[in-house]
């Protein structure tokens, strides 16, 4: 399949500084893609420069095959069939949610005009609400607004900005779920920015994670988060703790959790190794090794314990909270998982530190 949108090799500067680096992806044709990275990595800078608002200082952005961005010449926005949705709705206050599907589209008659407004209300269930000003709606209710709003005028790429994120946690995943639908239901192609990765993994075909302006790994979900590319990509797409490990001579991995497989022998014997631990994959068991409670925090069905090993290494546990354990105590504890995520060692991670560096040409091991 011809990719709708191909982004080749391009970089964004502003000034001296370089934003966005041979940054190359292609979209797909109906495909929701999100484009996941922490605060001041390029996302928007990116997206604007697809939507024609940020030039490109190298390379070339294609949209259906045609060259819409190169240095010193680009289509301009408005001819780019590009829809937009900000994170600030950005809707008219002074206008009905009808008159602001309808703003974009004076280039249809009156009765065109008013069956597309009905077409795309009814898309996004507002339907009963179409005579109402902004203010008479909710965050979610305004977001749908804004959403119809740029679909209205069937753009060829739907381009999103944080959409969810001035609504409350509980509302972004059950709209993000929402939107999704919606966008399947149109066959839209669509392009989201965000940092919270339950909302790129609720909405998205593929995802590209980005780190300071470069593109790390861009794929399905289920494999950005079982084989990530990188231990940034790791570390950002899911809690976890990296732990030493290190190859037996009978091929097995010894690792302060215990005794992994390594059944198709990509690691050479004798080679050190930093696993992922994620909170879920630890389990009690007899045979384990003895950590030391440190916190419980309950969360319903479950309860997240802060333990320590012996080595002093400490990692997040989450057990059925029909267990309780408290600070003090001391638990038998393995390492089980499916997918097990290994790099060569060379550093210590530290999840929650994105400035971690990483070097491209590692590669995730799923045992
Ligand atoms: N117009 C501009 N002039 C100069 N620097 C800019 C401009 N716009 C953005 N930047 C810088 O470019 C870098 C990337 O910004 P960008 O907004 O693309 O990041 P982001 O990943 O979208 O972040 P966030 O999630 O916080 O919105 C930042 O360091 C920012 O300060």
Redesign the pocket.
């Known amino acids: 399949m011809t990719a709708l949108l191909a982004v080749e090799s391009i970089e964004c500067r502003?000034?001296p500084?370089t934003?966005i680096e041979d940054f190359s992806f292609t979209v797909s044709e109906g495909d929701i893609n999100t484009l996941l990275?922490?605060?001041?990595?390029?996302?928007?800078?990116?997206l604007q420069a697809i939507a024609g608002f940020n030039p490109v200082t190298q390379g070339t952005i294609r949209l259906h095959d045609q060259i819409i961005a190169q240095p010193d010449d680009a289509l301009p926005p408005e001819k780019r069939g590009i829809g937009m949705v900000f994170q600030d709705y950005a809707l008219f206050p002074h206008l009905t949610v009808h008159d602001n599907i309808g703003f974009g589209l004076k280039h249809l008659d009156r009765v065109e005009r008013k069956s597309r407004i009905r077409e795309v209300l009814d898309l996004v269930q507002m339907s009963e609400l179409a005579d109402r000003y902004p203010h008479q709606l909710s965050g979610g209710q305004q977001q749908r607004v804004a959403l119809a709003r740029a679909l209205a005028p069937k753009p060829r790429l739907l381009l999103m900005d944080?959409p969810f994120s001035n609504l409350d946690t509980e509302l972004r995943r059950a709209l993000a779920t929402e939107v999704r639908d919606i966008l399947k239901r149109a066959g839209i192609t669509a392009i989201m920015?965000t940092?919270d990765r339950d909302e790129a993994f609720a909405i998205s075909d593929h995802i590209g994670v980005?780190d300071d302006g470069h593109l790390l790994q861009w794929d399905r979900p289920e494999v950005i988060y079982h084989q990530p590319a990188t231990p940034t990509v790791a570390s950002f797409v899911g809690d976890g703790t990296f732990i030493e490990a290190r190859v037996r001579e009978d091929g097995w991995i010894e690792s302060e959790l215990g005794l992994l497989p390594d059944p198709d022998e990509r690691w050479p014997v004798g080679a050190s190794l930093d696993v992922f631990v994620r909170p879920d994959e630890v389990l009690v068991e007899a045979s384990g090794v003895e950590a030391r409670v440190l916190s419980r925090a309950f969360m319903g069905t479950q309860t997240r314990y802060g333990v320590e090993l012996p080595s002093g290494r400490r990692l997040d546990a989450v057990f059925r909270a029909l267990h309780r354990h408290k600070a003090g105590d001391y638990l038998p504890l393995t390492l089980h998982t499916d997918h097990l995520v290994a790099f060569p060692a060379n550093r210590n991670y530290n999840p929650a530190d994105w400035t971690v560096e990483t070097l491209d040409t590692r590669e995730a091991v799923n045992l």
């Open positions: 502003f000034g500084r934003i990275g922490p605060s001041g990595c390029g996302k928007t800078t990116l944080e920015v940092h980005l």
